[in-house]
């Protein structure tokens, strides 16, 4: 049994332009609409680091013009709804000023991975009691227990690893494998221990699992796959926005890193540049319905064979999600919904953190 867990980073372009309005609420409640009709749940990752800063632009201007109040409701609604809210990090907002209509951000505090360990565990502490203190009194029972970091940032991991847990943190959600960076944010998820299947964290490295270890990887399912898996016309879309909301600061890596090369030797730039393969992530905004399906049955045929339900970690963003895209997740939605005997949506939560969750057999490649 595969549970599909849909996780929706929920933020404005990474330049810090763009109204919360269109997209962050209006393409929520799309989703939300759209995925109740399937009896799915969405988890949706709210970057906590922007929220701040549009709580302090309604104080300071006594004007709402980033919807503060309507991105409070909405994650209050979703959660009200049975969905789910967890802690997304932009630290590089902390410190952000409004200026002409957009934000400004840090570029010193860019990477979480590589903040001062004090400085780490105040953004995880605020984080998450803020959302607790919004959504405890619309569900008692609701913990802020997951986190991901922006840029998929928590290398190296053992400041970050020690920040989570204690906070209260129990999973982490940010690594994919064969994920590369160098640049603004930097690491190497090529040897983690799965593609799929959570595991317990080694506290010295979050790739490597460590039956000791306290903090759990729900990794984003990632496969290898040949570029022309990458030609969809949603990724196009992408592309088109990422060119129009460039950062300002060149030095500044798009949100764009999959489609491009890693920055490696020449040797094996070389390679791979014959070779044509990159790590394509489950990713429900940028890869077709029948790509998705696909991966949910190779992922089956691979790994759910010893009765234990184990996690398919999807990953979106509320920016993303278009007409075109709503139109191309409906069959993947119906394909969970029509064969309940094999698959089935989830929350993070409904998986028990014991050890059944990692012991998913070799892993195919
Ligand atoms: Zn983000």
Not at 195 to 215: F, M, T, Y
């Amino acid at each position: 049994m595969l549970k599909a867990i849909f996780t929706l980073d929920y933020e404005i372009h990474g330049n810090g332009t763009g109204s919360p309005l269109a997209l962050m609420i209006e393409p929520t409640e799309r989703l939300l609409q759209l995925f109740d009709q399937y009896g799915a749940k969405l988890t949706i990752m709210a970057d906590i680091g922007e929220l701040f800063k549009f709580k302090q632009y309604f104080e300071d201007n006594g004007r709402d013009d980033y919807h503060y109040e309507a991105i409070t409701k909405q994650l209050c609604d979703a959660v009200r709804r049975g969905h789910d809210v967890q802690l997304h990090i932009h630290s590089s907002y902390f410190n952000a000023r409004h200026d002409k209509g957009y934000w400004v951000q840090d570029w010193s505090e860019y990477d979480f991975a590589r903040l001062k360990f004090d400085r780490m565990d105040e953004m995880v502490k605020q984080g998450k009691q803020f959302l607790e203190t919004l959504l405890q009194p619309v569900d008692p029972k609701y913990k802020c227990t997951v986190f991901r970091a922006a840029n998929w940032s928590v290398c190296p991991s053992q400041n970050v690893i020690k920040a989570l847990l204690d906070n209260g943190i129990e999973i982490d959600t940010s690594v994919f494998k064969y994920g590369r960076r160098e640049g603004r944010v930097n690491f190497d998820y090529s040897q983690s221990f799965h593609q799929l299947a959570p595991w317990r964290v080694d506290e010295h490295d979050i790739c490597q699992q460590n039956d000791s270890g306290k903090l759990w990887e729900f990794p984003i399912y990632t496969e290898k796959r040949w570029v022309g898996a990458f030609l969809t016309l949603q990724r196009i879309y992408r592309a088109y926005l990422s060119r129009i909301h460039k950062f300002e600061d060149s030095s500044v890596e798009s949100n764009s890193p999959e489609t491009k090369l890693p920055r490696k030797s020449f040797l094996e730039r070389l390679l791979n540049r014959m070779t044509l393969v990159f790590p394509w992530k489950a990713d429900f905004n940028q890869c077709s319905g029948k790509q998705l399906i696909n991966a949910l049955e190779r992922a089956h045929a691979n790994y759910a064979h010893d009765g234990v339900a184990l996690p398919f970690v999807l990953i979106g963003h509320s920016k993303l999600y278009s007409h075109l895209n709503e139109w191309s997740l409906r069959p993947f939605l119906a394909h969970i919904e029509k064969n309940r005997e094999r698959f089935d949506f989830a929350k993070f939560n409904d998986f028990p953190l014991d050890k059944a969750l990692n012991s998913p057999g070799r892993e195919h490649n």
